[in-house]
């Protein structure tokens, strides 16, 4: 958990300082600014996607995925979250509630979906080496930064999903670790990829609405899906 700790830690710390001088920060150079991440995240998300070693199990873990995740409601419920929390922190004449969610949200999933959080939280909590976890932390300060100047509040309340999120990898890394294979986390890491890209596109360069959040679930099934293939 440590590792995890420290990623709270620099998310917290890179997103007060993106709030305290985002106001001195040009609205050209922040939506430029966000365009490059959006951009680069869309990048690496591409980047991922091309470990798939079957590209149909990517496909079957989002629609699976994706189909559980609208019938529970993932996205309705960090939606609904960030809206408690806005009206929970916010003033009351702040008119962004918007842009704080969409800061929540965008934050969380990008903080929270990658193999450099599956593999950084298992080596951390199997082994207490949170290295690469701290690398991790270092990016996801600069994001935040970057984020808040540009989203606001809602930024620094993603650590809560990373608190739960990775955290809770960290605790059951010894079970998950047992179970995963080199396929698995290369299905699983492309899968994050498509997450990832159509965060991009939804929230980062905004081009069409995408409700991402939903398609979380995805990350679970592709590696339950390499395990029932290798059965036959």
């Not at 106001?23 to 959006?38: D, F, H, Q, Y």
């Not at 806005?86 to 918007?98: A, M, V």
């Not at 270092?138 to 999120?165: E, K, N, P, R």
């Amino acid at each position: 958990m440590t590792g995890t700790f420290l990623n709270i830690a620099t998310v917290l710390i890179g997103g007060f300082i993106g709030l305290v001088f985002g106001a001195r920060i040009p609205e050209k150079l922040k939506s430029t600014v966000v365009a490059g991440m959006g951009l680069f995240t869309a990048a690496m998300g591409l980047q991922m996607f091309m470990s798939a070693q079957n590209p149909l199990i990517v496909l079957g873990a989002l629609l699976i995925g994706t189909l559980f995740g609208e019938w529970v409601g993932i996205e309705d419920g960090l939606q609904n979250l960030g809206k408690a929390l806005e009206q929970r922190f916010s003033k009351e004449d702040d008119d962004g509630s918007n842009k704080f969610v969409r800061g929540f949200l965008t934050a969380s999933l990008l903080f929270c979906v990658g193999p450099m959080t599956i593999l950084g939280s298992i080596q951390d909590g199997l082994t207490g080496d949170y290295n690469l976890l701290a690398v991790k932390a270092a990016l996801d300060g600069f994001a935040a930064m970057a984020f808040a100047s540009t989203l606001g509040a809602g930024v620094l309340f993603s650590t809560i999903v990373i608190f739960v999120f990775q955290g809770g990898i960290s605790l059951f890394a010894a079970q998950l670790n047992a179970i995963a294979t080199p396929v698995m986390m290369d299905e699983l890491s492309a899968t994050g990829g498509v997450i990832l890209l159509g965060l991009a596109i939804s929230s980062l360069l905004e081009i069409k609405k995408i409700r991402v959040g939903n398609m979380l679930p995805a990350l679970a099934v592709a590696p339950i899906l390499v395990w029932v293939l290798s059965l036959f």
